[in-house]
T-cell receptor, first 112, second 114 residues
């Protein structure tokens, strides 16, 4: 296992378009997290899954954002009607037991 | 919710000197404190972590100290090397049943001057 993988690495989209990102966690990890990181800031928590259940969502996650983890394995994060303020790095992380968070390389979103 | 403050935002040291980064947290229920290193364009990677039942932890040139009473924890890097140059994030979490809602500080950009 090579770790958490995210796809795509970069996404450029026009304002108003919808985008979807994918995260494949470490295979034995049952917990999956999405974070958002803007330039010069630390990662900000967006949402958390335990297996397929979405157990917590941040207030940062507006109605335009939706995340799924249908089979408790990979997860998708969709942003509808993108805005320039959505431009950021979207990081996925996974964990299991008392292991620390393992992050992916992220998807950098640029909304023009 | 938890709030983590981190200082300084930038730090320049000569190679071989020590570097210290300080953080404070607000939630007295937080019991897990990881530190992540993020190189430009790369993922955050865990370098050391400490739980609240321990006051200090060391791993080679890196050490972390925790003062629960003051809600303060620090990262110490000794004998710094150019490859230590990166952004370092402190974080705090209340582990409940293994769930880690980790709150990060704003980061410290460390530059080690050869």
């Amino acid at each position: 296992d090579t770790g958490v993988s995210q796809d795509p690495r970069h996404k450029i989209t026009k304002r108003g378009q919808n985008v979807t990102f994918r995260c494949d966690p470490i295979s034995e990890h049952n917990r999956l997290y999405w974070y958002r990181q803007t330039l010069g800031q630390g990662p900000e928590f967006l949402t958390y899954f335990q297996n397929e259940a979405q157990l917590e969502k941040s207030r940062l996650l507006s109605d335009r954002f939706s995340a799924e983890r249908p089979k408790g394995s990979f997860s998708t994060l969709e942003i509808q009607r993108t805005e320039q303020g959505d431009s950021a790095m979207y990081l996925c992380a996974s964990s299991s037991g008392d292991s620390p968070l393992h992050f992916g390389n992220g998807t950098r979103l640029t909304v023009t | 919710g938890e709030n983590v403050e981190q200082h300084p935002s930038t730090l320049s040291v000569q190679e071989g000197d020590s570097a210290v980064i300080k953080c404070t947290y607000s939630d007295s229920a937080s019991n897990y404190f990881p530190w992540y290193k993020q190189e430009l364009g790369k993922r955050p990677q865990l370098i050391i972590d400490i739980r609240s039942n321990v006051g200090e932890k060391k791993d080679q040139r890196i050490a972390v100290t925790l003062n629960k009473t003051a809600k303060h924890f620090s990262l110490h890097i000794t004998e710094t090397q150019p490859e230590d140059s990166a952004v370092y994030f402190c974080a705090a979490s209340n582990e409940r049943g293994g769930y880690q809602k980790v709150t990060f500080g704003t980061g410290t950009k460390l530059q080690v001057i050869p």
